[in-house]
């Protein structure tokens, strides 16, 4: 089985590392939407105190993820870059 943070604090640590060292993670997600729970790969262009901002690779779009719905983090190897000119604004635009 592979290695997953599953208590929260674990899971917020990995997100900030995630997010400073610009690598993609893995995340076991509860979505209310939905009512499903998925895995799914993020890239996170902004971290909040509740609430991340990222790249999802499953929805090939940006969205946005509550952190206390997140089950599972693990990190990954694969680095990414946040888009030239991305704001969170332009999240509103689209």
């Known amino acids: 089985m592979e290695n997953y943070a599953?208590?929260?604090?674990?899971?917020?640590?990995?997100?900030?590392?995630?997010?400073?060292?610009?690598?993609?993670?893995?995340?076991?997600?509860?979505?209310?939407?939905?009512?499903e729970v998925k895995y799914r790969i993020i890239d996170i262009y902004q971290l909040h105190k509740d609430y991340i901002t990222a790249y999802c690779h499953l929805?090939?779009?940006?969205?946005?993820?509550?952190?206390?719905?997140?089950?599972?983090a693990k990190l990954l190897d694969k680095g990414y870059e946040i888009p030239k000119g991305w704001s969170p604004e332009s999240i509103i635009l689209n």
């Open 59 to 72: 929805r090939d779009d940006e969205r946005t993820f509550v952190m206390d719905r997140i089950i599972q």
């Open 6 to 35: 599953r208590e929260s604090a674990e899971i917020k640590r990995l997100l900030k590392k995630a997010f400073k060292q610009k690598r993609s993670i893995k995340i076991k997600y509860y979505s209310l939407s939905s009512d």
